[in-house]
């Protein structure tokens, strides 16, 4: 089973009170509250919340990131990253396809990688380790998470198609190309990151250093 899950909506924290209801049906399980936040550019980082005060700070983020937006253009200036205390209680998920030359994020930063077996995996991972070198920054291994079972990911196309205003014939790329996308078990990820073990003992370093409860 899984020690933690991450719950990171895009914009956003919709999914939170839910989850938090669904979780008390699995109490060993420990709920971790982030968010995804489109940055300029079309970045994004992933922020998760260590404690109240980082929550706190995180729903504020998300709220400058939707003033004077339409709905579905939220979007956080790099400045609001950089004004963060060290001490924020937020700690970041980037992606190597950030622009780590724009980002000046106080508090801890992982790099994240995924082995999505779509035939990239050996660029993703030799780009990420790369970055990791260049930017002194720890590997963690993540998944892309857009549903729980291979089976949905029927759904997930669905659900695609009603957000472009096109039909699945046409969508092409817009579509994942596997059912890899779900959420996996830790056998299956450390099966994954065999030979970077590393990667997934980072995720326990992160769970444990989240202690937020939405219950506070």
């Given at each position: 089973?899984?020690?933690?899950?991450?719950?990171?909506?895009?914009?956003?924290?919709?999914g939170v009170p839910k989850a938090y209801w669904e979780k008390k049906k699995?109490?060993?399980?420990?709920?971790?509250?982030?968010?995804?936040?489109?940055?300029?550019?079309?970045?994004?980082?992933?922020?998760?919340?260590?404690?109240?005060?980082?929550?706190?700070?995180?729903?504020?983020?998300?709220?400058?990131?939707?003033?004077?937006?339409?709905?579905?253009?939220?979007?956080?200036?790099?400045?609001?990253?950089?004004?963060?205390?060290?001490?924020?209680?937020?700690?970041?998920?980037?992606?190597?396809?950030?622009?780590?030359?724009?980002?000046?994020?106080?508090?801890?930063?992982?790099?994240?990688?995924?082995?999505?077996?779509?035939?990239?995996?050996?660029?993703?991972?030799?780009?990420?380790?790369?970055?990791?070198?260049?930017?002194?920054?720890?590997?963690?291994?993540?998944?892309?998470?857009?549903?729980?079972?291979?089976?949905?990911?029927?759904?997930?196309?669905?659900?695609?198609?009603?957000?472009?205003?096109?039909?699945?014939?046409?969508?092409?790329?817009?579509?994942?190309?596997?059912?890899?996308?779900?959420?996996?078990?830790?056998?299956?990820?450390?099966?994954?990151?065999?030979?970077?073990?590393?990667?997934?003992?980072?995720?326990?370093?992160?769970?444990?250093?989240?202690?937020?409860?939405?219950?506070?």
């Open positions: 089973g899984l020690a933690a899950l991450a719950l990171t909506d895009h914009d956003g924290v919709y699995h109490p060993a399980l420990k709920l971790i509250c982030g968010a995804s936040l489109s940055l300029p550019g079309g970045h994004r980082l992933t922020l998760l919340a260590e404690n109240r005060a980082g929550y706190g700070r995180l729903c504020r983020l998300l709220t400058k990131s939707h003033e004077g937006k339409e709905k579905g253009a939220a979007c956080l200036d790099w400045e609001e990253l950089a004004n963060l205390p060290g001490d924020s209680g937020l700690l970041a998920l980037a992606p190597a396809s950030l622009d780590f030359h724009r980002l000046h994020f106080p508090g801890p930063t992982y790099l994240t990688l995924q082995r999505l077996l779509d035939g990239r995996d050996s660029e993703r991972t030799e780009k990420a380790l790369w970055l990791s070198r260049r930017w002194r920054l720890p590997l963690v291994a993540t998944n892309d998470v857009h549903y729980h079972l291979p089976e949905r990911q029927s759904l997930q196309d669905t659900l695609t198609a009603i957000r472009e205003n096109a039909p699945l014939s046409a969508l092409g790329h817009k579509l994942f190309p596997n059912r890899e996308r779900h959420l996996k078990s830790s056998a299956e990820m450390r099966a994954l990151f065999r030979d970077l073990p590393e990667a997934v003992h980072t995720t326990l370093e992160i769970a444990a250093r989240c202690s937020f409860c939405p219950s506070e």
